[in-house]
C-alpha cells in the first residue's frame, strides 16, 4: 500500500527564519511526486512537480527536492503570505496518494 | 475563464437524501477526479475518470455513483446520504500527454453536511 507521510504536522516560524518541510513515502512504480498548496477554504494550488531522484524546482522563496525516498520543500526567508497548508503528494498509476499535509505559520 | 467549478459551495441536507455535486472544467482535460478531504485522513481519492464514459474506483468509493457523459462535466451522487459522508469534496483535473501524472488543478470545494 502506497504511503505518504509529512512532517512536522505544524511548523510556526518568524518572518525570515528559513526552515524545511518533509515528505517521506513509500511506493510501487512512482511516476512522480507533486507539492500543493492550500489555503484555507480553498482548494489545493499546484506547485512543482519531481519526477526523478536528483531533480530540484523553485519558485520564489521555494525549493523542492527528490530522492528517492523522500522530498524536501525549503522555505528560504518566509513571508507572512507563505502561511498556509503544505501537501505533498505521489502519484502511481492513475491514483494520487496525498500526505496529511504541514501547517505553516509565519509570524511577522 | 477558464477553468475549473464546483456547485454547491455549500450543502446541507439530511441522512437518505440523494444528493449530486457538480464539476465543471473548461480545460478539455481527458482525466477528471474526485476526492474527500476530513481531518486525520487528509485527501482521500473517491472516484476518477480517463475519459467520457470510463470511470473507475478510487480508495473510497462505497456509497458514491459517478458518471462521465461529457468530457467536461464530472458529477458525484451520493445516493443514500449518511453522516459519515460529511465532509469536503474537491474535484480536479489533469490533461496533456502524462494523463495521470500530469498535474491535477483543483476547483474550490464544496463542504456537505449531513443531519
Known amino acids: 500500500e502506497d504511503q505518504v507521510t509529512q512532517s512536522p504536522e505544524a511548523l510556526r516560524l518568524q518572518e525570515g527564519e528559513s526552515s524545511s518541510l518533509n515528505c517521506s513515502y513509500t511506493?510501487?512504480?512512482?511516476?512522480?511526486l507533486f507539492w500543493y498548496r492550500q489555503d484555507p477554504g480553498k482548494g489545493p494550488e499546484f506547485l512543482f512537480t519531481?519526477?526523478?531522484a536528483g531533480e530540484e524546482k523553485e519558485k520564489e522563496r521555494l525549493k523542492a527536492t527528490l530522492t528517492k525516498k523522500e522530498s524536501f520543500l525549503h522555505i528560504t526567508a518566509p513571508k507572512p503570505e507563505d502561511s498556509a497548508t503544505y501537501l505533498c503528494?505521489?502519484?502511481?498509476?492513475?491514483?494520487?496518494?496525498f500526505g496529511g499535509g504541514t501547517r505553516l505559520m509565519v509570524k511577522p | 475563464d477558464a477553468g475549473i467549478t464546483q456547485s454547491p459551495r455549500y450543502k446541507i441536507t439530511e441522512t437518505g437524501r440523494q444528493v449530486t455535486l457538480m464539476c465543471h472544467q473548461t480545460?478539455?482535460?481527458?482525466?477528471m477526479f474526485w476526492y474527500r478531504q476530513d481531518l486525520g485522513h487528509g485527501l482521500r481519492l473517491i472516484y476518477y475518470?480517463?475519459?467520457?464514459?470510463?470511470?473507475d474506483k478510487g480508495e473510497v468509493p462505497d456509497g458514491y455513483v459517478v458518471s462521465r457523459s461529457k468530457t467536461e462535466n464530472f458529477p458525484l451522487t451520493l445516493e443514500s446520504a449518511t453522516r459519515s459522508q460529511t465532509s469536503v469534496y474537491f474535484c480536479?483535473?489533469?490533461?496533456?500527454?502524462?494523463?495521470?501524472?500530469?498535474?491535477?488543478?483543483f476547483g474550490d470545494g464544496t463542504r456537505l453536511s449531513i443531519l
Open positions: 480536479a483535473s489533469s490533461g496533456g500527454t502524462g494523463g495521470a501524472a500530469q498535474p491535477q488543478h
Open positions: 511506493v510501487s512504480g512512482l511516476r512522480g
Open positions: 519531481l519526477y526523478s
Open positions: 503528494a505521489v502519484i502511481a498509476g492513475n491514483m494520487l496518494t
Open positions: 480545460w478539455s482535460h481527458s482525466y
Open positions: 475518470s480517463a475519459a467520457a464514459d470510463i470511470t
